[in-house]
């Protein structure tokens, strides 16, 4: 069972909890002897990979397909869903936006792209010349990229910079376009505009992390010893 629910989430977790409470008391009325799991909401912060850690990655990804993927993420603040369906004609480099579409929720979303992301695109596109899907399959143009294969390059990136941090995924590379937005002093509402998200309270976590990095307060350990 552990096994099976191990890639739950936790609202299928609790379907799962409350179907069963629905069968054994309604259905079998065995409510009495029925003792069911509680899903537990844990509340925790975000992995985020610093500035150095970023250039650190782009650095050392040489493959110039493997470092659009990840500068591409971390530019705009993308899900990789979002990037294997990304086509060509979504980046418009005359209006420098990139055009997310049919995202989660199944809205669109426009974000800015960024001076130094359009020089690399432009880099890319006459290197790989993509027709359709703008990172495609290297099994076909028309195919997408699979979301393992940037999982790869990701965990192949932080090993070759030398990063090690607990829990990182792709997503990492989400979180801190989010959270460096802040420290640059973004207002959160375009935030979350341009990360999609439906409630700002969501977006709003990441204001926890910029509140620690500047409002750091002077160890007692360091005090004792100044000069």
């Known amino acids: ?11 299928q977790l609790k379907i799962c909890v409350f179907s069963l409470h629905f069968y054994f008391s309604k259905i079998l009325r065995l409510d009495k002897y029925l003792i069911l799991p509680r899903v537990i909401s844990r509340s ?15 650095f050392v990804t040489k493959n110039l397909k493997h470092r659009i993927i990840l500068t591409l993420i971390y ?15 979504d980046i418009d480099m005359d209006r420098m936006t990139i055009t997310v579409r049919q995202s ?36 076909g ?12 390059i990701l965990l192949k990136a932080m090993l070759n910079a030398g990063i090690k941090k607990i829990g990182a995924s792709v997503h990492t590379l ?23 998200h439906n409630d700002i309270k969501t977006t709003m976590i990441y204001t926890q992390l910029v509140n620690a990095h500047f409002g750091k307060v002077e160890s007692p350990l360091d005090t004792l010893y100044k000069k």
């Open 1 to 11: 069972i552990n096994k099976s629910c191990k890639g739950l989430s936790k609202a």
């Open 44 to 58: 925790s912060l975000p992995v985020v990979f610093s500035r150095e850690d970023c250039k650190k990655m782009f």
């Open 75 to 89: 530019s705009a603040g993308l899900r990789v869903s979002e990037v294997i369906k990304m086509l060509v004609c």
């Open 104 to 139: 989660k929720g199944n809205k669109d979303r426009c974000i800015p792209l960024g001076e130094i992301m359009k020089k690399g695109l432009i880099q890319y596109l006459a290197d790989y010349n993509p027709t359709s899907f703008l990172v495609y399959s290297m099994s």
């Open 141 to 152: 143009r028309q195919k997408p990229y699979s979301i393992k294969s940037i999982q790869n």
């Open 174 to 196: 989400r979180h801190s376009f989010a959270t460096h937005l802040l420290e640059n002093g973004a207002n959160i509402v375009k935030i979350q505009q341009l990360m999609g």
